[in-house]
């Protein structure tokens, strides 16, 4: 039995799963996003006047199930959630619960998936990112897409005849319970376990001797090529360490971590990206200010694309951090493509922080944020108080340029005439 707002644990978890590890049919499809919540699919449906992502069979079956849950429920209520430690070792737990055969699908183009039924089989698939956090739109688009391609992964098992189980889940949530009539420790522990997630992995380091001179870290790394291959780089950067980083370039001036990756993606053989970084001294600031000037991708060695970054910079004692960078408009840092082949690609990174120059005792120096002080909502609120402020100086100005009459009509005697010139 569960109860209202139960956080699943790993264990518990383990122990939900069992019956698909007993099956005859042991065919096992991961779908796994970065952001997820049970309310996403209530509150992205069309009961919501949303146009409803979800056309699937699978998410529709959800679908309904909610809402019958919520039609029977005589008050609003907080379902059960899967812990997020449990999410994060999901993938080790089914490993070692079954002698898988995994394959880990990130090219989506699914017409190629061939399953052999005789074996045991763990497909895990990478979706893409809900990459927005500003806008609703974008994440409505974000989930309809993984929809379709939850759709066509398992159309395609069921054209070849395969029985197969789903599951679909995310590693952090993407919605924090707000009620305080439930366990007010819920959200406390909620946001706790997301900000552990957050720093769950050391940041990538390059040395040169015994010295660390490049730290990069990020909880999420993705590109996108011609709008079709998805492209996961986190666990290979930062868990697998499954890349060559020793092109990596570092001096007092210029700083090169060079990212280079065999056979990414299946169709493409190599891929490296280069971030470029340089450290000046500026004379208004009289101070030497670290800059990422540019961030590089070449794929299989021929094709090269560039883009310029306009927005990253600290002090050189300082790192950076941002929320989100990517080649998207809406990101607070923006990798802005310099040639036609850098228009092929989408980037994603998630919680950047980066230094290239001044690394002490092998950690990350004090943040330079890409959120300035000044957002647009602090502007316009100055602006509305100095009209507001403006207005109201103008209207005593006016009140105490009032003046009473000096002269005053004399009902017994003649009419009081005024001169026009006084």
């Known amino acids: 039995a569960v109860h209202e707002g139960q956080v699943v644990s790993a264990q518990e978890l383990t122990v939900l799963l069992q019956p698909l590890f007993a099956q005859n049919s042991r065919n096992l499809v991961l779908f796994l996003q970065d952001r997820l919540s049970i309310d996403d699919f209530t509150y992205f449906s069309e009961s919501y006047g949303n146009k409803n992502p979800f056309q699937n069979q699978v998410n529709k079956l959800l679908i309904n199930l909610l809402q019958e849950i919520l039609q029977s429920s005589p008050s609003s209520l907080v379902l059960p959630a899967v812990d997020c430690k449990a999410t994060r070792y999901l993938l080790n737990v089914l490993q070692e619960s079954g002698d898988w055969k995994l394959t880990n699908i990130t090219n989506l183009s699914v017409s190629q998936l061939e399953v052999n039924a005789s074996n045991p089989n763990l497909l895990v698939v990478q979706l893409q990112p809900l990459a927005s956090d500003f806008k609703e739109i974008s994440t409505l688009e974000a989930i309809a897409e993984n929809d379709k391609i939850i759709g066509r992964v398992t159309m395609d098992l069921q054209n070849q005849g395969i029985n197969f189980s789903v599951i679909y889940t995310a590693v952090n949530p993407s919605r924090i319970s707000r009620r305080t009539d439930v366990v007010a420790e819920l959200r406390r522990q909620l946001m706790a376990a997301e900000e552990e997630d957050s720093l769950s992995y050391p940041p990538l380091n390059v040395t040169t001797g015994n010295h660390t001179c490049i730290l990069f870290y990020a909880s999420n790394f993705t590109l996108k090529v011609n709008n079709s291959v998805l492209i996961d780089l986190t666990n290979a950067t930062f868990l ?183």
């Open 240 to 422: 697998a360490q499954n890349l060559d980083i020793s092109a990596s370039e570092c001096s007092d001036s210029n700083t090169t971590l060079s990212l280079k990756y065999t056979k990414p993606v299946n169709g493409m053989s190599s891929l490296e990206i280069r971030f470029l970084m340089t450290n000046k001294f500026y004379e208004v600031s009289a101070r030497n200010w670290s800059t990422l000037d540019s961030v590089e991708i070449v794929q299989d060695g021929e094709k090269f694309a560039k883009f310029n970054v306009p927005g990253i910079s600290a002090p050189a004692e300082y790192s950076f951090h941002c929320q989100l960078v990517g080649t998207s408009n809406r990101y607070p840092a923006r990798l802005v493509p310099s040639n036609n082949e850098a228009k092929n690609w989408d980037v994603f990174i998630s919680k950047l922080q980066i230094q290239g120059f001044n690394i002490i005792n092998n950690q990350f120096s004090y943040a330079s944020d890409c959120a300035s002080f000044f957002t647009p909502v602090i502007w316009m609120g100055l602006v509305t108080s100095i009209i507001l402020l403006w207005i109201l100086t103008y209207g005593i100005h006016m009140i105490l340029q009032l003046t009473t009459n000096n002269r005053f009509d004399d009902p017994k005697g003649a009419a009081l005439s005024v001169p026009q010139t006084e």
